[in-house]
């Protein structure tokens, strides 16, 4: 049966509806994973911090202030993170070198370097900020054929040439020469870089800052339950912890599945179905905002170091003696027996 052309354009219509609700939801589906690993991760590291805290309840505080059941305990927590810009990072380029003789491998390896470094002065990097690490230099082997009169041919390993690997370190300030350095390394044949580091030098200032946000903060929640509870925390035993965690861009590079849909191409001939092949990729994704009371520099343009910061208070309050009552049998004069209560 012959399909008319208004007909056609119906059922291509209708297929493509279906496919672009079915995309969507796999969109979403890719997001939720891609987003999910970097909470599950944060979450593993601040369950660990918190068994850390020693006599504090194991269970999470949750932002909350949390009540001990059944006892006179009182804990506030307060999160905070800061995203700092890094300032200086470090960039490791590995080759590998073969050679007939170790010092052919030397000089050839070393020709590749010269060159690269040579090359790092367009962009203003000094000889005192590359250092060159050497890795190994060792001999390789083949099998030669030893043929024998009387017996089986035989296979010997001999030494046929060496081979050599060396590490390149790049300490730079601008995040955005790192191109320029792949660009450079690549046009020198050297083409793996094995790692990207950052470094933020004043570490301190920023849990300085991190400690003084949260502390002001734990004081308003505080005095919140106190006007709220008619509390009076001032008399209570106070025992105070703390813990700090950084979290580095290279840890928080998480794994996502490209969106992309089935072709509609078949649908106007008779080929089948056209499938498109899903690239796997990666991207960064800092830790997510949601368990935090604090957020410092929260836009994030750029992958940057993230600090965090945790407060935690314990009141213990003093526990009201229950009141104990001494029952008393009293025979009057007259004979009769009387009970008496005595309060203490």
């Known amino acids: 049966m012959k399909l008319s052309t208004t007909k056609l354009l119906g059922i291509i219509t209708f297929l493509a509806m279906l496919l672009s609700q079915s995309a969507i939801a796999q969109r979403n589906a890719n997001q939720n994973s891609f987003k999910l690993k970097s909470q599950n991760d944060y979450r593993s590291r601040s369950q660990n911090s918190a068994d850390n805290f ?6 999470r505080v949750n932002n909350n202030r949390f009540f001990t059941p059944g006892s006179n305990e009182i804990i506030f927590q307060v999160n905070s993170l800061m995203n ?4 200086r990072f470090l960039a490791v380029f590995n080759l590998t070198q073969i050679g007939k003789t170790a010092v052919e491998t030397d000089q050839l390896i070393n020709k590749r ?6 090359d790092l002065k367009t962009l203003s990097l000094s000889q005192d900020n590359i250092y060159t690490d050497m890795i190994y230099l ?3 082997f083949e099998f030669e054929v030893q043929k024998k009169l009387f017996s089986t041919d035989t296979y010997n390993e001999v030494p046929k040439g060496f081979e ?22 690549a046009k020198n044949e050297i083409y793996d870089l094995v790692k990207l580091d950052f470094f933020v030098d004043d570490t301190e200032s920023v849990y300085d800052s991190l400690r003084e946000r949260s502390q002001q903060f734990m004081t308003r929640k505080i005095q919140s339950l106190e006007n709220s509870q008619e509390l009076n925390l001032s008399e209570a035993f106070q025992t105070i912890a703390e813990n700090t965690d950084a979290i580095y861009p290279e840890t928080q590079y998480s794994d996502y599945d490209a969106f992309v849909s089935q072709s509609l191409e078949a649908a106007g001939s008779n080929s089948g179905v056209t499938k498109i092949r899903k690239p796997a990729t990666v991207a960064y994704d800092q830790i997510p ?8 520099n929260p836009v994030v343009l750029e992958p940057v170091v993230q600090f965090t910061y945790t407060l935690t208070v314990r009141y213990e309050l003093e526990k009201k003696k229950p009141e104990t009552q001494n029952k008393y049998m009293l025979v009057t004069p007259n004979g009769d027996v009387k009970e008496l209560i005595l309060k203490q």
């Open 54 to 59: 020693g006599s504090f309840p194991q269970n």
């Open 84 to 87: 700092v810009k890094a300032d």
């Open 113 to 118: 370097i010269d060159g690269f470094v040579d």
């Open 138 to 140: 060792i001999p390789t």
């Open 164 to 185: 050599m690997q060396k590490n390149i370190h790049i300490n730079f300030t601008d995040i955005r020469i790192i191109d320029d350095l792949v660009t450079l390394a």
């Open 289 to 296: 905002y949601g368990g935090f009371d604090i957020v410092i």
